[in-house]
């Protein structure tokens, strides 16, 4: 019996034990993961909703979760244009019937298992092949991986294609299997990191990188493509961290600069070449020298730079602490007063301080030792006696000059002047009034009168003897006489009212001056001959010529070779008042003998033009074809600084039979002339050279010892290059322009032609015959001609550049031939220039008369959307520009001071456009709208509110993205206030392509949300900032776009009215998270993997309220997801509390269950509220303390780091501590059904225990 009873017994187990894993495996959870690689087609599974790719995504991924062990229908459909490409389940090809109809997959659970499972099908379309359905022999799927480049693909058979947009998968498909070049080429700024064809990396030679794909039938070949910034060096010199750092191409790098050693002051922080800096020390201050450290701030780096400091010591604090606040503090007075001299000295300013004299204190120099009226040595511990004390820094010549001056004779002493004593040895500023002035104030037998001028601005008060203090080379009087004697400023017609006025305007005009060419006396232009005993030179060698030919066109010689003084060009030159600075009318003249071309009337720039025109051309050479001998016959030489004739395209010698007109109509002839782009009507001489703050100094570049262009002084030049033109670039055309005439002297040498620094500067007189001989002596005349014009590449590049190339060509040649690539082949085979400089001149060559050479097209108005966009230059001035950008040769409209505004006919094909010049404005045209739109180009042209907003635009029949709402709830709105432009490139290309974010805000998925959300200065709303990505359970993340709209939506969320194809209820806050009915709410729309929301499920488990002050966006365990550290009372009450109970129950006040609350799931609570069981006193915080008598710890759920851990009755285990049982075999807890919703569950009764002999009451009722 007994034996029977254990048979049955153990039978009954073993079934018991199968019928379990029979339910366990039935119940137990699996999903099925459809992707759709592409749009086509669609998924659906089972009665599920159809999935599809939603309108502008990539691709789409449902999960779907099953409990049945039931086959399960999966049906792939495709779209009547598209066909079924492949499928793919559970990483195996699906076999396909017919490619146009649907197919159905089954999936079942693998077998009886508790773990769960994931199986997949991938579905990929194709567009069916027009009049065929047969499949595509091959397709080829491209994609850039990030920003940074492009992937052109090209093959015989097809147009080249170019995808410059990054993140989506393009997808081509082939008929043949004909090869398929591509392309890779990085943009600017950007290296190749890896390109890789169907996941193996394919070597990079280069950039651009291109490989050729030779398909073979029915393959799919995949192409990616990465990119990376290019890396740039920082060199950072002493003193500066970090050392020599890298930095990605249009980066920010941060630097600190630190004085070393001894030094405590940053005097100087240089940074080349140059770029946006912005520094600032400890106290605030922007600008050097700065107190250290030194904060340094590079930003848009685009090439490798270079910093440097230079540093200094500014003692003034230790001499405070050890001589003001000691010796000094309680001394006479006179001793008291010393230290305040000596901070306001320049001494102190120069870093001369008490011990640099002193060197202890007192020291050697004291009243004692060194006077203090005449600085003399009178002890022999200050040095030699007799001597001045302040040779010891400064000229021993001062005080040699001082002792013979008349100021030494008789009785002036050092402290006369220098009235602050040793301590503050400046000189004061009326030192000279006492005893030069009369009693009316005035200095008399001066020749003019000296206002406020100081005497020191001329005199040398320590030796008036002799020099006068003017800058070197700059002498009034001059008494030399042998030689080629300097001029002098006074001459026997001029005196000192031709430039004095009693003025500080006058006097800061005369400094500037001084430094101009106009005022050096030794200058060859007028040291070279006694030019006014020279008729035909004196009206530009003297200034009395000047004006004698200005105001009567006298020309002869005016003065005797007797006389030995030489004039310059005087302020009364240009000048007849010199008081109000009014012009000398001149009109303009014909500067060419021989030749009857006349200047043209350039207004005030005539007072330069008839002298900076020269006194011959290329005439004077080719008029002597056929009338003299070129094969004896001395070099015809230009005349010097011909700009003049230069920039109008006149001065050089033109070989015949080439186009050289066209160079007249250089644009830079028109700065200056009717106030053209604001640059005056002075003419361009004046504009040019005298629109700096300096303008008598007429330089419109700076440049260093070497002749380096430094910087750009004149303000005219941004008028029209904006910030295109920097001098950097002036600099490169610069050497280019100085390359190209050494190769050009390099020619003339190799032909016998050799080059001298003298005048006639060619000694040859065989030249060759006839044509032939002019060409070989126009080329040497040309090569002089713009030798002596330094600024020819500026004043007229393209001629500059027009008459080097053909006189090279024509040396080489024998005729132009429009190539000089043998001649430089020549010249560097011989040696006589570098493979380097041949290839610059190639480039200097190359460079053709485009727009953007002169015009910044990137900076005004609408010019960089136009091109970005496809419109080149020719689109709209027509009239004046071929082929995209290049000038028409010989047009003139372009330089008439007009905008010419010419629709071209392939924009104009209605032939009603039309630019509305007053409105600015243009209509009809078929880039805007198809003719229906008219755009202000002064207004910003087309704003993308002229296209998004309202009635959105429509181009070639695409109607524009509507974003009306971005300015109420999109980041637009007041409370964000984003433009547009703050997160799109106004300059890339999207009609039909990318979304024009900034680089910036690319790369990373998300990146263009977590720019300004991670930054809490930016966003300071805690419940914006540092948002995380919403991840899906195997680990992906979702981007942001998917369910919000920065542009704005119904709701200031901006959360879209449709995701994935499910219609979303959403006006805000919590409302429409979670939606009881459709179980369709946000939340729920893409949960199919989830423990609670699963998308069409209904939810019965989980609170629906509330929501997010569990799950915040910024979590951080991540986005919506809860904290990931466990109390017991994240998941449930502690101790949870029966809703329906057998007896009265209350809770959460102090010392009564305080954290207790009703459990979410229906007939829970049990009997925890029960003083026995639970002590009313208990917290969270004691864990499991109080749960130990019921509950044992290893049957709770294992896993406290879940992020959504589950609350399910069918998870409870009622385990009785083994002390409150008789005998462990006891049943001591029945009754209870401990299943999952929606089957009915109840709470059992205890007994069998010490506390519980008869069963319990069922303590919860409401089941």
Known sequence: MGASMLRKGLATLVCLAIMSALWSWAASLYYIKTKLNNAGGSIRVREYSVQTVQTGSIGSIRYTNFTTSAPVAVVVTPDPTHQILSLTKNDSPVSIPDPRSPVTVLFQKNGPTTTRETQSLLATFVIRSAGSVALKTWQLQTQNVNAGGTITTSRATDPIKILSNYGQLVFKNYPDTTPVVVTVAADAGYQIKSILKNGVPQPISGNPATFTIDPSVGNVVNVQAAYRKVSLAVTTGVGITPLNPIVAHGGTVRLTVIPPGTSNVVSAINVTPGTTVAMVDNFGKTSAPFSGPVKVTLTNVTAPVSVAASFATDTTLAMERNCTSTCHLNASAAVRAVPGKWLASRHKASGIDCVVCHVTMPGPVVKASVNAATFKVTAAEAGTVGGYYCAKCHSLEIGQGFDASLHGSRGVTCSSCHSGGSHNPAPSATACNGCHLDGNGEMPRHPFAIGATLCVTCHNPHSTAGALQVQPGGMHFNNITSGSYPASYVTSRADCSDCHQNSAVNLTIRQQWDDTGHARIDAAAWSKNDFKTRSGCVQCHTTTGFIAYSTGRVSAAWGSASDKSKEILTCAGCHSDIATGALRSVAPLRPFAGDDYRNRDVASSNLCMNCHSGRNNGTSIQSKVGSADFGNLPFVAPHYLAAGANLHGQGGYHIPGQAYSFYSSNSHRGIGMGNRANTGSAGPCVACHMSSAEKHRLSPVSTDLNGAITGISTGVCVNCHASSLDATRLGADQAAFKNALEILKAMLARKGFVASGEYPYFNNSDWGSDQAGANAMGAAY????????????????????????????????????????????????????????????????????SCNRCHDTAATGSHARHRTDGINCAGCHNATVHSGSTLITGGTAHLNGQLEVEIAPANNQSGTGNYNRTAASCSGVSCHGNGTLTVRWGSGAVSCESCHTGTVAVIDGVSAPNRSLSGSSGHGRPEVGLQCQECHDRNK????????????????????????????????DDNRSRMRSHRSKSGGVSACLECHDPHGTGNTSMIRSTILGQPISYSGGEIGLVNTVTNQGLCQVCHTGTKYYRAGVPETEHDSSGCLACHQHNGPAGAFLIQVTKQCDSCHGYPPAAREAAFPIGFGTMANWSSASFERYSGGGGAHLVPAHVAKSVRPSDGWSSCTMCHDPGNHLKDLTQDNPPVFISHIRISVDARYRFDDAFTVYTGAKLVDPPARNATGSCFNLSCHMSPSPRWSTER
Not at 989 to 1002: E, N
């Open 782 to 849: 040309n090569y002089v001609l713009l030798l002596k014009d330094p600024g020819a590449y500026v004043h007229n590049a393209t001629y500059a550049r027009k008459l080097i190339v053909d006189s090279i060509d024509s040396l080489h040649n024998g005729s132009v031939t429009g190539s000089i690539d043998s001649a430089l082949a020549t010249l560097v085979g011989s040696g006589a220039i570098s493979q380097q400089a041949a290839d610059q001149l190639s480039q200097y060559k190359a460079v053709t008369t």
């Open 989 to 1020: 290309q999207h009609l039909g392509g990318s979304g024009m974010l900034k680089d910036d805000l690319g790369g990373a998925l998300n990146n263009e949300c977590n720019y300004c959300h991670d930054d809490t200065d930016l966003v300071q």
